[in-house]
């Protein structure tokens, strides 16, 4: 699901969703059956994630570990 509305997955299929477009998206299984996927990404030196629905980000720390912050930078 992203802002434009919710897209079905088969098996096979693959999902992208664009950095730094702020539109907020989501893997859901609505179904009785386990699903496995696979998710790509990284988290480049200085990398950020931002939820645009929240007042959250996650920002990397000096020594690379994830903070969770309001996005005006101070602490949850």
């Not at 609505?30 to 200085?46: F, H, K, P, W």
């Amino acid at each position: 699901m992203t802002d434009a509305g919710e897209t079905l997955l088969h098996p096979g299929m693959c999902a992208g969703f664009k950095a730094g477009k702020g539109d907020a998206h989501q893997l859901r299984n609505d179904s009785q059956t386990v699903v496995l996927y696979l998710e790509i990404g990284d988290r480049t030196a200085g990398d950020s994630v931002t939820y645009s629905d929240d007042d959250i980000k996650i920002v990397l720390r000096t020594d690379g570990r994830p903070q969770i912050v309001r996005k005006d930078g101070s602490p949850v």
